[in-house]
Nanobody, 120 residues
Framework: VQLQAYGGGWVQAGGSLRLSCAPS????????MGWFRQVPGKEREFVCG????GSNTCPSGRFTLSRDNAKNTIYLQMNSLKPEDTAVYYC??????????????????WGQGTEVTVSS
């Protein structure tokens, strides 16, 4: 499965960005999906995740995750961005029921990453 992540870019603090991720050749509703982010020297950090059932979780109230089955895409809406949100954002997917949605090591498939830069 290939995951295509896109939508990153540069934004001023307080602004918003929407990231998208779509699996090629697979129905996204069959996959548990997650967004992670990483800065140099640190481990990947869980941002948001959505299970096959559609239930989702985002620790930060500034971020929301949605899934459009018709477009076979998940969207990470990021609002009130802060400079500390600057990172490379990765989407991940796995079809197994046993996926620990917040654990990066649980996922078999990863997108290439999209860079988000938030300036102060």
């Amino acid at each position: 499965v290939q995951l295509q992540a896109y939508g990153g870019g540069w934004v001023q603090a307080g602004g918003s960005l929407r990231l998208s991720c779509a699996p090629s050749g697979e129905a996204i509703r069959n996959y548990n999906m997650g967004w992670f982010r990483q800065v140099p020297g640190k481990e990947r950090e869980f941002v948001c995740g959505i299970r096959r059932s559609g239930s989702n979780t985002c620790p930060s109230g500034r971020f929301t995750l949605s899934r459009d089955n018709a477009k076979n895409t998940i969207y990470l809406q990021m609002n009130s961005l802060k400079p500390e949100d600057t990172a490379v954002y990765y989407c991940a997917g796995d079809s197994r029921r046993t996926v620990a949605i917040r654990d990066a090591q649980s996922y078999n498939y990863w997108g290439q990453g999209t860079e988000v830069t938030v300036s102060s």
